[in-house]
Each structure stands twice: as C-alpha cells, then as structure tokens.
C-alpha cells in the first residue's frame, strides 16, 4: 500500500476552496496528503448558511464514491445553523475548544449513524473553525496591518481582547471576517484574505491556532495509518 493519503475537503464556500486550493493542498502535499477542495452543494443554496440537511447528502455521497480516500469537513462556526449535530450544546459553552470538541463529536457521531457502511468512523474528519477562517490571519497581525493599511495598534487591540485568534467571536459585527471588514475597505475575503494568508504561511497559522493545528496533524496521521494497515 503506497504511503499517501487522498483527502475530499468539503468546504462551505469559496473563500475555503482557494484556501484550501493554495495554501493547505501544497503545504500538506509536501507530507504527502493530498486535498481536493469541494463546495458544498444543494440545490437553491451554496456558500455560507451551512445546515446540516445540506452537508450530510455531499458528506454520505463522497463516502460512498471511493472506499479509499478520506473525508474531511472544513465549515465556520459562525456560518453554522441551528439544525446542526452539537450546536445546541455548544452554544451554552464559554470556552472554545468545549464549543469545537462538541461539535465535532457530534457531526462524526450524526454521520456514524447516517452512513454505517461506509467505515466512517475512520475515514471522516470534522473540522469546525473557530469562528471563521479568517481568524488565522490574525497569527501575524504585522501582515494585516500592512497589506490593508492600518496602523498595528488596530489589529493588536482584537487580540488583546480576544487573547488568541481562535477565540475572536461569532458575533454578527465582531466574527472574524467583520473585524477584517472594520480595519478597512480593502479586506475581500477571497482576494485581499487569501493574500494574507499567503503571506503569513501555514506554519505561523499553526504555532498561533491549536485547534487549526490539531486538525492538521490528523491529516498529517492519515499517512501512518494507512501505512500501519498495509
């Protein structure tokens, strides 16, 4: 058995996909992981609004296209909607590791009991951010500054009151994306963002993000495990 790992990330909408697309499939296909980035879908919605009704049709479709390859979930928290598995539960939470765990244990839990035939207690990996993707920009908040053109103090003031970036909130004016918003009229999510994220480079976003880090290195695992099976 060769010793690499083909991984399916259904995103949530456009701004996932490119970061996805360039910065996370080159990084991990250096560690042999390799992603393919797809949106999910349903008829009438895409991008954004994420409900569970509308991930688990695509979640059980690409379980059952190749038992070979794995599956993994890269949705925001704050996109999220009520009908989603944990999301009750999380919402009486504080912390924000407490709100990612419980999440995450539910959807794999939900998509264990949809899809018990197609071994996905292994092969699906949820990963709910906290509480957007753009929260990892702020792991070099000298970059933000530069490339939207404020003063550093600005961005430092966020992650001086929110203490990391996985923890600035899903507020509708203080998510991640609305504080980017705030600093300028430049920030565009999939333009002025992924360059930002370019910059930075996921190795910063992994020193300064524990749960974005802990995600990573159950991919990176992926590679082991298939290599232990052979």
């Not at 599956?71 to 009520?82: A, Q």
């Not at 909130?169 to 002025?192: E, I, M």
């Amino acid at each position: 058995m060769s010793s690499y790992a083909e991984v399916v990330v259904l995103v949530e909408g456009p701004t996932e996909q490119r970061f996805v697309k360039h910065l996370l499939a080159p990084y991990l296909a250096d560690r042999s992981v390799y992603l393919t980035p797809i949106i999910l879908d349903k008829p009438g919605e895409r991008g954004g609004d994420v409900k569970f009704a509308r991930a688990k049709n695509d979640i059980g479709r690409h379980l059952k296209q190749r038992r070979d390859t794995w599956i993994t979930l890269l949705v925001d928290y704050y996109g999220i909607r009520g009908d989603w598995p944990g999301y009750a539960e999380s919402k009486r939470q504080i912390d924000h590791t407490q709100k990612a765990a419980i999440m995450n244990q539910a959807t794999a839990e939900q998509v264990q009991q949809l899809f018990p035939k197609q071994n996905q207690s292994s092969r699906f990996i949820p990963y709910v951010s906290m509480y957007e993707i753009e929260a990892l920009y702020f792991s070099d908040p000298a970059c933000i500054a530069k490339k939207l053109g404020v003063a550093r103090r600005q961005v430092d003031a966020i992650l001086e009151e929110c203490k990391e970036p996985e923890q600035i909130n899903d507020h509708s004016t203080k998510a991640p994306s609305k504080r980017l918003d705030g600093l300028s009229d430049r920030f565009k999510k999939t333009s002025t963002g992924i360059a930002i994220a370019e910059e930075i480079g996921i190795c910063k976003m992994r020193e300064a993000c524990p749960l974005f880090d802990a995600w990573l290195t159950k991919l990176e695992s992926l590679v082991e495990s298939k290599d232990g099976e052979a």
